[in-house]
């Protein structure tokens, strides 16, 4: 006799919250500047992690200008650093 199939059509694996049925994954987007372009990446974390993120770039973003990016390359080339790649500027 053969086995039916297992439906996985409704399987998640670790989501918080399921995914709005017309969400579409996170594009990349180039944004332009008179410096290098960024690049958009979109990644999940924690709800922790993204509040203990908050708060630490509103404490050295004290004069306004918003210091997130700067955090995240920061924290990028530490681990470049880790795993012996060179770091970006």
Do not use: C
């Amino acid at each position: 006799m053969a086995r039916k199939a297992a439906d996985l059509s409704q399987f998640q694996v670790n989501v918080e919250a399921a995914p709005a049925e017309d969400a579409s994954p996170p594009r990349q987007r180039v944004r332009s500047s008179s410096a290098t372009p960024l690049i958009t990446k979109g990644f999940r974390v924690k709800p922790e992690a993204a509040r203990q993120f908050d708060m630490l770039k509103a404490e050295v973003s004290g004069n306004g200008k918003d210091k997130g990016p700067a955090l995240i390359a920061e924290a990028l080339n530490l681990l470049f650093q880790k795993y012996g790649k060179p770091q970006v500027g």
